[in-house]
Nanobody
Framework: VQLQASGGGLVQAGDSLRLSCAASGLTLSMYYMGWFRQAPGKEREFVAD????????SYVDSVKGRFTISRDNAKNTMNLQMHSLKPEDTAVYYCAADRVPTSGVYHYWGQGTEVTVSS
């Protein structure tokens, strides 16, 4: 199983970015998917997740209304559309997958893509 995150970059506050996670070696529709992030000097935190069919999503409060998680099981991809980016969104973003995440623990992780938001 491989998860490849991409789409990060350096943007200004208020800009938008779209992160993608390409999955291989698995049937994506059988996996719950999530995005996490780790800012410099901080612990990794949950950002958003999406159910197997995409019918259910959840977000950390700090990104609600600004970020949208989506998936395309036919293409084995998951995305995170980020709008109105803030400097505090600066972090390495990781995608993750699990058949049934328990207590938010995911089995498979991508390598991360870095997002830097300048003020």
């Amino acid at each position: 199983v491989q998860l490849q995150a991409s789409g990060g970059g350096l943007v200004q506050a208020g800009d938008s970015l779209r992160l993608s996670c390409a999955a291989s070696g698995l049937t994506l529709s059988m996996y719950y998917m999530g995005w996490f992030r780790q800012a410099p000097g901080k612990e990794r935190e949950f950002v958003a997740d999406i159910s197997w069919s995409g019918s259910s999503t959840s977000y950390v409060d700090s990104v609600k209304g600004r970020f949208t998680i989506s998936r395309d099981n036919a293409k084995n991809t998951m995305n995170l559309q980020m709008h109105s980016l803030k400097p505090e969104d600066t972090a390495v973003y990781y995608c993750a997958a699990d058949r049934v995440p328990t207590s938010g623990v995911y089995h498979y992780w991508g390598q991360g893509t870095e997002v830097t938001v300048s003020s």
